[in-house]
């Protein structure tokens, strides 16, 4: 069963930058699209950004366009997501998630069956 440990995360200035990243314990995470979510106190899990297992697809919530990157590299079986321009509603709990999927990404959590234990993002203003 893949594992998914993220790090990265702690506390940044508003206006700042931040990169999170994940490592995957399993040699599928080729296979497999990778997603970020996030969940901050009081609030439902919201999704952040997603890559398909080439690379080749890649889907950004709104709040997060332009600002955010997600990239991975499937011979450290890593995904990284970069932080920029912060915003102290970006504060949250990240968490990575896998999906084995041979074609595209999903936006749906409820997709994803491996999840990382999270890193706690922490925004000052």
């Known amino acids: 069963q893949m594992q998914l440990v993220e790090s990265g995360g702690g506390l940044v200035q508003a206006g700042g930058s931040l990169r999170l990243s994940c490592a995957a314990s399993?040699?599928?995470?080729?296979?497999?699209?990778m997603g970020w979510f996030r969940q901050a106190p009081g609030k439902e899990r919201e999704f952040v950004a997603a890559i398909s297992r080439s690379g080749q697809y890649i889907l950004y919530a709104d709040s997060v366009k332009g600002r955010f990157t997600i990239s991975r590299d499937n011979i450290k079986a890593t995904v990284d997501l970069a932080m920029n321009s912060v915003k102290p509603e970006d504060a949250a709990v990240y968490y990575c998630a896998a999906e084995v999927r041979n074609y595209g990404v999903t936006t749906k959590g409820d997709e994803y069956p491996y999840w990382g234990q999270g890193t706690q993002v922490t925004v000052s203003s």
């Open positions: 399993d040699r599928t995470f080729s296979t497999c699209a």
